[in-house]
């Protein structure tokens, strides 16, 4: 009989141990000066649960931080959280010149580039200080249900990749800045109340939406802005045929060209691109004939609920 208590005591400290190992860490702080966990955002994400059950929090503290940023497809239910946008600061400065990998350089280039679904960013500066020398990504997001809020997006050209079909992206309280087609990719992305900074003459969306998905990029109650001197700027143009994108309620600077959409070169874009505003301050008057006008009506369709099929931010 004592040996069957000592086995089942022993069975008991094993099965225990056992879900004490399991167990994982939930909160993680990162800091340059060594009084968090990690001095590396990215130890930080390799040393989180792959698939967790719980919700991980990385919180990164103030400072700038020179690394390239990887968010694998496994590190899903992840929150990245600075403490201060303006002062929590993720900069890289790779180009396409610079990757020199071929003629898809440009998807190597993003300083931080996000995989996993049902991911959260928030409070940050992301930033491709490459300068104004081509294709040179700040933020490649890839996975569905994404979240970024109050975040800075700044770049040139190709600053915004979201990418991946039917993935769903919501982007809120961001300022997003670039030259060139600096939001740009075929993934399902609502923008609200975003500040959308021109940086150079030029165009400020290039969406490549594919033919069946119903919608593309949504920009909602956002402002467009531009630097000193710059004002001569497109909507949008289709990278690819069936490129979609809606603004509805914004605020244009003057820097938006009368005309609001470019066909890149191609009259064939302009059947199967679909660009519309709902602007009921500005005059679209002088809109280019194949871009659609949204009525009130119209907007029913531009729910959260509609547009991200039932998913909720």
């Not at 993680?28 to 000066?33: D, I, R, S, Y």
């Not at 000193?228 to 938006?256: D, Q």
């Amino acid at each position: 009989m004592k040996n069957f208590y000592q086995l089942i005591l022993l069975l008991a400290f094993s099965l225990l141990s056992q879900a004490v190992s399991a167990q994982y860490a939930t909160y993680l702080t990162v800091a340059k000066n060594g009084s968090g966990d990690y001095t590396s955002i990215q130890e930080a994400i390799n040393n989180t649960k792959s698939f967790p059950d719980q919700p991980i929090t990385i919180f990164i503290k103030k400072g700038v931080y020179e690394e390239k940023v990887r968010v694998y497809a496994w590190n899903t239910n992840l929150t990245l959280e600075g403490e201060d946008r303006e002062n929590t600061i993720i900069t890289w400065d790779d180009h396409f010149k610079k990757i020199d990998k071929g003629r898809n350089s440009t998807f190597l280039t993003a300083t931080l580039e996000l995989e996993a679904n049902d991911c959260t960013i928030k409070n940050l500066t992301i930033r491709n200080s490459a300068g104004p020398v081509g294709q040179a990504i700040a933020l490649t997001v890839s996975g569905d249900r994404c979240v970024v809020e109050n975040c800075s997006i700044l770049g040139h050209q190709d600053t915004l990749y979201c990418t991946g079909e039917g993935n769903r992206h919501y982007f809120r309280d961001c300022h997003i800045e670039g030259t060139t087609d600096f939001i740009f990719g075929n993934a399902t992305a609502v923008f609200e109340k975003c500040t959308i900074h021109s940086l150079s003459n030029s165009f400020v969306t290039a969406a490549s939406t594919t033919e069946h998905q119903p919608y593309g990029f949504v920009f909602l109650n956002c402002s467009l802005t531009a630097a000193e001197g710059v004002n001569e700027c497109y909507l949008g143009r289709p990278w690819r045929a069936y490129a979609k994108t809606v603004f509805i309620s914004c605020i244009y600077g003057p820097h938006i060209l009368p005309a609001g959409w470019d066909n890149w070169s191609s009259t064939d874009n302009e059947r199967t691109a679909y660009y519309a505003e709902y602007a009921p301050n500005e005059d679209l008057s002088t809109r280019v004939g194949w871009a659609k006008r949204l009525s009130r009506k119209d907007l029913k369709k531009y729910t959260s609920s509609k547009i991200f099929n039932g998913w909720t931010p």
